[in-house]
């Protein structure tokens, strides 16, 4: 895990997206952070902690990924 400090103006899926990766994680950043679940945009200054996320490999890598 590491920490985010928000920008004045930042939202949930801006923060997921800019620190994990994808809006789809916004769910998680906010489990990890209930304390702010009721904000919707941010002030600055607040310190969020930014959950760890699992990559996903794929099962079968694509040809050509796969190399010579």
Same mark, same amino acid.
């Given at each position: 895990?590491? $920490?985010?400090? $928000? %920008?004045?103006? *930042? /939202?949930? *899926?801006?923060?997921?997206?800019?620190?994990?990766?994808?809006?789809?994680?916004? $769910?998680?950043?906010? /489990? %990890?952070?209930?304390?702010?679940? *009721?904000?919707? !945009?941010? =002030?600055?200054? !607040?310190?969020? $902690?930014?959950?760890? !996320?699992?990559?996903?490999? @794929?099962?079968?890598? @694509? =040809?050509?990924?796969?190399?010579?």
């Amino acid at each position: 895990m590491r $920490t985010y400090i $928000t %920008a004045l103006g *930042d /939202e949930w *899926d801006f923060i997921a997206k800019k620190e994990m990766g994808g809006e789809r994680y916004a $769910t998680k950043l906010m /489990e %990890a952070n209930e304390a702010y679940r *009721d904000t919707l !945009i941010f =002030p600055a200054g !607040i310190e969020l $902690t930014i959950p760890d !996320i699992e990559s996903r490999i @794929p099962a079968v890598m @694509p =040809p050509w990924k796969k190399g010579r």
